[in-house]
């Protein structure tokens, strides 16, 4: 690389540091602050809370990289015009497209960046969060069962509980059920204990007595039992999860057949569109750098400052994610369409290429052409 390459992709790389953390920060506070009332209400231990941020992490990153080597590019071409460091170089014979080598380069950088927290990092992160979060919401100990508090863990049921042994057993129970309409359940136990069950945690409930209430006949129905089992897997979501298309692996996705993904719940359009994503995602990286170097091209100078040209350029980008948000729609109900993952690529392609020849002076010859 020459001097000017090794200079330039320097100060990019400098200033896309410094925008991804000052923007994963402010991505990661904002999650972090709704996940802390999440969990910690819930009675989860801060050591809980920090877990679950840090495998949130990967994704935020995800999201910020693109708007990262963006600005980064922007900030650079910006600064450079200002020191007049642009016009040097396009005195000594550098074309814009001659200009725009170490930008490609930079992008391709942190496209191998994405390309790993896509194919790897994500998956594995997403994967271990999903559990995590199962774990959490079958703790129903931690979640519902408070001693001495009454609890109202869904509507139109309430919980209590005197006491909760070292053991794990409780102590006086009572619980009220009037999820039906017209009919109040109402159940009072000497003792109880939580034990696994097919949909979720079951209570099973000892020595103790049921009153039923049903308000159109105005009927009290007394039952004593010895036990009695009450499922409270719905008040804490089902037994286990439901496997999420983003967690696999991308060998998983690559050689998925139908029915593997018919016992996880995934239809194949899923399967295939996630893994286009996988490879489509990390190619924006170089299309933003190139868009948001390029438009600085575009206008003459201006006391106002180059405002006009960088709001063009992130119109352009919003609508290319406009597309990109309504071709994944198709993509998602028909397995033939995953291809379309691509199409935010090629209009950014376009898009980039069309600012490159504007700015060449060739956009503005053919205009003149035209208007001759």
Not at 138 to 164: H, K, M, Q, S, W
Not at 299 to 305: C, I, K, N, V
Request: hydrophobic fraction near 55%.
């Amino acid at each position: 690389m020459r001097q000017f390459d090794r200079y330039l992709l320097f100060q990019l790389l400098t200033v896309f540091a410094f925008f991804s953390l000052v923007l994963v920060s402010v991505y990661w506070v904002n999650r972090a602050a709704r996940l802390f009332d999440a969990i910690v209400g819930d009675g989860q231990s801060f050591w809980v809370f920090l877990e679950l941020s840090a495998l949130t992490l990967p994704n935020v990153i995800r999201i910020v990289l693109p708007l990262s080597a963006f600005a980064a590019a922007v900030y650079v071409a910006i600064r450079l015009s200002r020191d007049n460091e642009m016009v040097v170089m396009q005195g000594v014979g550098l074309s814009p497209a001659r200009l725009l080598r170490p930008v490609v380069l930079f992008g391709l950088i942190v496209a191998l960046m994405l390309s790993a927290l896509m194919h790897v990092l994500m998956p594995l992160s997403r994967a271990q969060l999903n559990e995590r979060q199962v774990e959490i919401a079958e703790n129903v100990t931690a979640r519902l069962l408070r001693a001495g508090e009454f609890l109202e863990p869904a509507d139109d049921i309430v919980v209590f509980v005197r006491e909760i042994t070292p053991e794990g057993r409780l102590v006086d129970v009572f619980l009220s059920d009037a999820r039906q309409q017209g009919t109040r359940v109402e159940y009072n136990a000497a003792s109880a204990l939580l034990a696994p069950g097919p949909q979720g945690p079951v209570l099973v409930m000892l020595d103790g007595v049921a009153l039923v209430y049903t308000g159109d006949d105005r009927r009290l129905t007394t039952i004593v039992f010895d036990d009695l089992t009450y499922d409270v897997g719905g008040l804490v979501g089902p037994a286990g999860r439901r496997t999420d298309v983003r967690e696999l692996p991308t060998r998983v996705l690559t050689a998925a057949e139908p029915e593997m993904l018919a016992g996880m719940r995934i239809s194949l359009a899923e399967a295939r569109f996630e893994l286009m994503t996988r490879h489509a995602q990390p190619l924006l990286a170089v299309l933003t750098s190139l868009i948001g170097f390029t438009a600085i091209f575009l206008g003459q100078f201006s006391r106002m400052g180059p405002w006009r040209q960088v709001l063009g350029a992130i119109v352009a980008l919003a609508v290319i994610q406009f597309v990109s948000n309504a071709t994944a729609g198709m993509a998602l109900r028909d397995a033939a369409l995953a291809g379309m993952a691509f199409v935010p690529v090629v209009l950014g392609g376009l898009t980039a290429g069309a600012m490159l020849l504007w700015a060449s002076g060739y956009g503005r010859a053919l205009l003149h052409r035209v208007g001759a």
